[in-house]
T-cell receptor
Framework: GAVVSQHPSRVICKSGTSVKIECRSL??????MFWYRQFPKKSLMLMAT?????????EQGVEKDKFLINHASLTLSTLTVTSAHPEDSSFYIC????????????FGEGSRLTVL | AQSVTQLGSHVSVSEGALVLLRCNYS??????LFWYVQYPNQGLQLLLK??????LVKGINGFEAEFKKSETSFHLTKPSAHMSDAAEYFC???????????FGAGTRLTVKP
């Protein structure tokens, strides 16, 4: 149980285009989902916290107009990187917390974005 | 706010040797503590967690960790390293009732044959 799936796992796009990454909780309902960004050989940087049916809460320094987050249902959150540039290339990971808060987060497999 | 410090960005051990990955935390309230493992180009997998109760917690793949409040530590150990243990390990902390989880910088474990 407690499986989180991300799609796509890899995406290459041209500079200036937008890319959407999906994060789904497959066998549980996730009231809260988190989006992280991970640079090579670095730790996870929390970008935003997404609560179902409400606006995401962004961490300081994260551009909300650049990284659009939507959490339309209890099983799906999406991250859209708008007008992507090469510096947006990174590994993006989502995680989810279930309705029963055990403190644990369940992570997706990650999505590697490469912007040419 | 809570925070985590992992001592040593890179640890190298021989196969069969003891693995010790260090983690110290800071939290204003009783913490939840976690160890996650990440293999290349993959997400994070939970190894073990401490929430309440027994301070020595056992996880998957033979790992265990002990919560020491007096030392604000949650070090990860494994008696005998295996080649398949080579990965990046992250310690994380969240404050009870808090939505937020903060990660340490990570420790890369290398296992030599």
């Amino acid at each position: 149980g407690a499986v989180v799936s991300q799609h796509p796992s890899r995406v290459i796009c041209k500079s200036g285009t937008s890319v959407k990454i999906e994060c789904r909780s497959l066998d549980f309902q996730a009231t809260t989902m988190f989006w992280y960004r991970q640079f090579p050989k670095k730790s996870l940087m929390l970008m935003a916290t997404s609560n179902e049916g409400s606006k995401a809460t962004y961490e300081q320094g994260v551009e909300k107009d650049k990284f659009l987050i939507n959490h339309a249902s209890l099983t799906l959150s999406t991250l859209t990187v708008t007008s992507a540039h090469p510096e947006d290339s990174s590994f993006y990971i989502c995680s989810a917390r279930g309705l029963t808060n055990t403190g644990e987060l369940f992570f997706g497999e990650g999505s590697r974005l490469t912007v040419l | 706010a809570q925070s985590v410090t992992q001592l040593g960005s890179h640890v190298s051990v021989s196969e069969g040797a003891l693995v010790l990955l260090r983690c110290n935390y800071s939290s204003s309230v009783p913490p939840y503590l976690f160890w996650y493992v990440q293999y290349p180009n993959q997400g994070l997998q939970l190894l073990l967690k401490y929430t309440t109760g027994a301070t020595l917690v056992k996880g998957i793949n033979g790992f265990e960790a002990e919560f020491k409040k007096s030392e604000t530590s949650f070090h990860l150990t494994k008696p005998s390293a295996h080649m398949s243990d080579a990965a990046e390990y992250f310690c994380a902390v969240s404050e009870r009732g808090n939505n937020d989880m903060r990660f340490g910088a990570g420790t890369r474990l290398t296992v030599k044959p």
